[in-house]
């Protein structure tokens, strides 16, 4: 029995060409370069991560190295959501400063080895935490408390490293940043909506009405950071080793970044229809509750709070949004995994959930 993530099978239509794999990894991975061409295709194993909706995750194995490529999914066509190259010049600027991220090794953006840009990681060993509690592990109250306080400590960490000095004010510009996602994420559900899906239209203007000025204290913000998004150590379960998936990672507003996080947040007393859409374990007992993270995050780092209801609101659209597009990828034929195909009743339950916020919001 293992409760660590473990890639299995590479999905069929989803396969990598073993001989270009093994190519790139003898011309751009140090330890390879004086190995045997043979030795290493002869010896490399590819499986696939199975979680998440996004980039395609694959393990790769040379006797005892493991590595981790990342390529968009197949008949992806918003480069900004997948760029490889972005991730991997953030990762090489983020590693130095924030230890928890993968250290990255080597990228490449010629389409002729697999039809797109790609790149390859360090393979962090730990425990993802997905839907329901792996198999073997558990949590008392305080422990799953404690976990999510740790959580939220590590988020406020990544918001407090000085971007200038780390050299990373080049992955975004925080001028403008909220007004520019409130119309970035409409415009993009316009264009990712089918014919099955809500339209969103009384959230986008509501958005777009109580949007919130720029603040004063921009931060290097994840925009993907939740519990599916961290490894655990596989030896002491309450202490976070990594963070993962830095594909959207920019310099803006770090409670867009909060908003965005607990827009995955489904808590123990939420309504049954909302927890249909549960992907993390954030119900179990003596987990925190959205209000207690925002608590927490407000007297921790000493921002007003107040206007959170846009910040949640914004997050539960967004959310949305990024399903939506996987949706219509399965809508159009270019994936035949069934998961995306289910994504269509999480843009409408997102949907309710955003239009209760609004109904209860006081902004």
Known sequence: MTIK???VKVRQGEELN??????????????FLNINFKDISTNLIIEQYPGGFSNLTYLLKVG?????????????????AHDMVREFKILSA???????????????????????????????QGIILRKELPQGLTFSKDQARNLCEKLVDLHLDLHAIDVKAAGLDFIGKPEGYVARQVQGWSDRYRKAKTPDAPDFEAVMAWLEDKKQPDTDRPALIHNDYKFDNVLLNPEKPMEIVGVLDWEMATYGDPLMDLGSSLGYWIEKDDPSEFKIIKSMPTDIDGAMTRREIIERYGKKSGRNMDKFDFYYCFGLFRLAVIAQQIYKRFYQGFTKDKRFGQLIYAVKVLEKMALKVIDDSKL
Do not use: H, T, W
């Open 18 to 31: 073993i001989e270009a794999v093994a190519k790139f990894l003898k011309e751009n991975i140090e330890e």
């Open 5 to 7: 993530d473990e890639a």
């Open 64 to 80: 005892e190295k493991q590595m981790v490529l990342r390529r968009p999914p197949i008949g992806a066509k918003i480069k900004s």
């Open 94 to 124: 983020i590693y130095p400063v924030f230890p928890y991220c993968p250290k990255p090794l080597a990228y490449s953006e010629d389409e002729s080895i697999m039809g797109c840009s790609f790149y390859v990681m360090e393979k962090i």
